[in-house]
C-alpha cells in the first residue's frame, strides 16, 4: 500500500487490478452492487480519445486524416498500425495520452460519493497509479485459465494470448505487491461472499479516513 499522493484525494479509494482474463470487471460490478463507485481506467481511456475530445484533436492533427473514421472517430486499428512500426511515434502517443487519462481519474476519484471508490485499472502497478489508492485489492487466477478466458472472450490464438500475459506485470509480482487478494477460479458465490467480506472491512477503514 502506498497512502502518498501527488494530490490528496478526499476519498477512500480501492485500486483493482490484476491480468488479462482475471475477471476485473465482474468483480467491480460486484462491488457496484453494493453501491460503490467505479472509475474505470479503461473507459477513461477511451473517453479521452472520444469524438470532439482534447485528445483526439491532437491526435488527427499530428497524424492526420488517416488516423480518423469516416463518422470522425478514431480508427483504432489504423493508429496501432503506425505507433507499433515506430517507437518515438508510440512515445509521443503516451505523453499525450498519460496525461489526460490520469487527470480525468483523479476527477472522478475526487467526485465520487459513495462510502469509498474503486479504481480498476489493469496497469495499476505498472503505471504508479496505486500511489492514489488507499488499499490495493489484486484479482487472481492460474495463467491456464487467464488464457482459457482471453482466447474464447476475444477470439484470438493461444500464441497471442500467450504474448499479452508475457507482456504485463507477473502473477507473482502482483500478489506481492496487493495487499488483498481474491481467488477468482472458484464459483461466483463463493467470490460474492469473500467480496461481501472485503467491502465490509474497506467501509470501516474508509469510515476512519
Known sequence: MNTSTAEPIKNWVLGLTGGIGSGKSAVSAMFEQHNIMVVDADIIARQVVAPNSEGLAAISEHFGAQVLNPDGSLNRAELREVIFADTTEKAWLNNLLHPLIREKILTDLHSANSAYVMLVAPLLFENGLEQYCNRTLVIDVPVEIQLKRTIARDSISEQQARSIIAAQMSREDKLNRADDVIDNNR???????????????????????
Open 187 to 209: 464459483s461466483l458465490a463463493q467470490v460474492a461472499i469473500a467480496i461481501q467480506q472485503l467491502h465490509e472491512q474497506y467501509l470501516a477503514l474508509a469510515a476512519k479516513k
